[in-house]
């Protein structure tokens, strides 16, 4: 892991690259001009510390203006940014008297929320990546487009485990495994900070539902939180040297996540030494004003309803807020900021007349390819027939999830508009039916070759599914199960490809040929769609998420306590049994399980080798197409009587594009971290003796190969 130091001088390094891009002016004169004269102001000597300048600015400032730095000056961006190409979700105005530039927020998760902008595959399509590459783009997309509309501080990526199936906001996180978030979200940060904007990782942290978000107080045991719901935001800190952290609306363990003080300072700060600044989510709910700014709370947004010159003077004046608290909160800001240069160059323009459009669009649809999970294949795809129906009201629509990841696309292409373009290169008739009248659209699929019916939920923030099935996810579609059971048994060639952003209940699976998951797409979907389905791309996703076989199977559905709550409290009783370790500890067969994701090739595993610090395997394509494999490293730790294990845990993947007959040597590296369990008693990680099952496969149901590893 980096330290601290290392991050900041990397983000120093980044920062000079990038003032050094703007022709025809010397360091000095640029600094100059954004900061001011060195002479007049040291603070802008570029050549000192950042905890140095942050130190001398801050003796500099008055308390006003230090109140004013710890709260936003936007209160409606958050809302008008998602159709005007002029706001913001948010602003910090700065102090122009001593040459304090502002900073823009924008909104990141799935592209930029400013206007029209990139519509990207939904987080949780990055998830089923299993593709730390694609993780990259990902980050460096929204990073570039995040700088090119003005803004210097992108509001993502989401890091909350998708806990409960139903959670309305599942489709922005990436999957139910503390490690595939972890691993994807560092490189995403890494990647956007390149471009020279600073990452905010959120919703700090056990927020995993919708339902009282502003109330409900989640009541998490000490290990469930070290290793399921802290782990992705550790590596977001240790690993990426992400510049901000947004804490949650919800409570955690009796406190308000953004006044929690064990999480805020303990662990953050102290543990983890977290340099740069927490963010209040937008709007949320604070119990005054100096629980959180002796807690660890630096910026309240999107304005000051607590974090404003009245109420911090008067608690400073009663003695319920000391001045070192308030400057420990604007020296974080500022340091963040003079660490990530933005004191150092000009503000950035709002200029998206530079952004490569016609790439970013490619990048939209390969990321969308890479996501695409094939659930389900009977031999019928790829595609290969002279009429096709396409069939759903969801097929002839752009799908997206709901709320502030929102991004109004520029040029959104359809899944019936994706599969039309493509089945005319091969002369194949394509015939449409919105599914409006079951009985009309099982007749066109009856003098189909084959049927495409595709289904789509709607998820959003503010809200949770009710229930998993599809009816409970879009009633306005209709019975799309029933559509699609209907279509099924009118062809025996039917795929169904489902829109989801999360697992739902397919009921008719068994009777399907074929089910892709195409998760929320983006603009570039139906193009994505297109592809896969007819064989041009492989599919190339492995599923984040666990699918249920009956409601009642789903984790989190041991009664309203679990969820979806009493008497203002949740409690997270399954303890680590989160996602697949609540199947396999429970011994509950899945409908589809995590990891799981099918090729148009065949793969085997072999020559497994175990070491203390890596697992290596060969992983060959068998089969007579170019594919993508996913092989996925589970280990199965030995258990103690304080400490049970779930059978397997997630500790490593890769992915792999082989042709037919090839075979590569993958290696999947272990730490200390990847043996070991959290001990409430101690409070440390410790290591249970023992020997650890070490399992390689194609999902956390389907190993290929296994070992021991004794301590």
């Known amino acids: 892991m980096p330290s601290r130091p290392a991050v900041a001088a990397t983000a120093l390094a980044l920062s000079a690259a990038f003032l050094s891009a703007v022709p025809g002016r010397t360091a000095a004169a640029r600094t100059a001009a954004a900061c001011g004269d060195p002479a007049v102001r040291p603070w802008c000597r570029t050549a000192l510390p950042a905890d140095r300048r942050a130190d001398l600015l801050l003796a500099a400032l008055t308390r006003d203006e230090k109140a004013d730095l710890m709260a936003g000056d936007e209160l409606l961006g958050q809302i008008t940014s998602g159709w005007d190409a002029n706001a913001r979700a948010g602003t910090l105005n700065g102090v122009p008297r001593l040459g304090v530039p502002a900073l823009r927020f924008s909104g990141g998760d799935a592209g930029v929320r400013q206007g029209r902008a990139t519509a990207l ?137 953004c006044e929690n003080a064990p999480l805020l300072t303990r662990i953050l700060r102290d543990e983890w030494r977290f340099p740069g600044f927490v963010v209040s989510d937008w709007m949320t709910r604070l119990s005054g004003v100096a629980p959180p700014a002796r807690a660890g709370l630096d910026l309240e947004m999107p304005a000051g309803a607590r974090y404003n010159p009245w109420f911090l003077n008067a608690e400073i004046a009663a003695g319920r807020l000391d001045r070192a608290a308030v400057d420990a909160r604007v020296r974080a800001i500022l340091r963040t900021m003079f660490a990530f240069g933005v004191f150092d160059r000009p503000p950035y323009p709002n200029a998206p007349e530079g952004i490569d459009v016609p790439a970013h669009l490619r990048t939209a649809r390969e990321l969308a390819e890479e996501g695409m999970t094939l659930l389900k294949n009977d031999g019928v795809l790829p595609l290969k027939a002279a009429s096709i129906a396409v069939i759903g009201s969801a097929a002839d629509a752009y799908v997206s999830g709901g709320g502030s990841s929102q991004v109004q696309p520029r040029s959104p292409v359809t899944p019936l508009q994706g599969i039309r373009e493509r089945a005319g290169h091969d002369g194949v008739e394509v015939r449409y039916d919105d599914g409006s009248d079951r009985a009309r659209a099982a007749a066109l699929a009856r003098r189909s070759d084959a049927a495409v019916v595709v289904a789509a939920d709607a998820r959003t923030e503010f809200a949770d599914q009710w229930c998993l099935s599809l009816a409970c996810g879009d009633a306005l579609r209709g019975d799309q199960d029933g559509l699609v059971a209907a279509v099924a048994d009118a062809n025996p060639r039917t795929v169904a490809v489902l829109e989801n952003g999360g697992p739902v209940l397919l009921p008719w699976a068994d009777k399907t040929a074929g089910v892709l998951q195409a998760w929320y797409p983006g603009e570039q979907g139906g193009h994505a769609i297109a592809r896969v389905l007819f064989g041009d791309t492989d599919p190339g996703g492995r599923s984040p998420v666990t699918f249920p076989a009956a409601e009642k199977d789903a984790p989190a559905s041991g009664g309203e306590e679990q969820y979806p709550g009493r008497d203002g409290k949740v409690h997270y009783s399954e303890g680590v049994l989160v996602g697949y370790r609540h199947y396999d500890a429970n011994r509950i067969a899945p409908r589809f399980p995590f990891g799981h994701g099918l090729s148009y090739t065949t793969f085997s595993y072999g020559d497994l080798a175990v070491r203390r610090d890596r697992v290596e395997v060969t992983v060959t394509n068998t089969g007579d197409r170019r594919g993508t494999a996913v092989p996925q490293l589970y280990l199965g730790l030995p258990g103690t009587a304080a400490a049970p294990q779930p059978p397997r845990q997630l500790r490593g993947f890769a992915k792999v594009r082989l042709a037919p007959g090839e075979s590569r040597r993958v290696a999947m590296p272990l730490d200390e971290r990847a043996l070991s369990y959290w001990d409430e008693r101690t409070g440390t990680w410790r290591t249970a003796p023992g020997c650890a099952s070490v399992m390689v496969g194609a999902s956390s149901r389907d190993i290929a190969v296994t070992s021991r590893l004794c301590s």
């Open 121 to 257: 595959p939904a987080p949780i399509a990055l998830g089923a990546s299993f593709d730390t590459a694609a993780a990259r783009r990902y980050g460096a997309l929204v990073g570039d487009e995040t700088r090119r509309k003005g803004s210097e501080v992108t509001l993502g990526p989401a890091l909350d485990v998708v806990r409960n199936p139903r959670f309305g906001r599942a489709f922005e996180q990436y999957g139910e495994d503390p490690e595939l978030i972890a691993r994807l979200g560092a490189e995403w940060i890494r990647a956007a900070q390149a471009r020279g904007v600073l990452a905010s990782a959120k919703h700090f942290t056990a927020y995993n539902q919708e339902h009282e978000r502003y109330t409900i107080d989640a009541v998490v045991g000490g290990r469930a939180l070290r290793e399921i719901y802290l782990p992705p935001f550790e590596a977001a800190v240790r690993d990426a040297g992400v510049a901000s952290v947004m804490c949650a609306y919800n409570k955690v363990n009796g406190a308000w996540a």
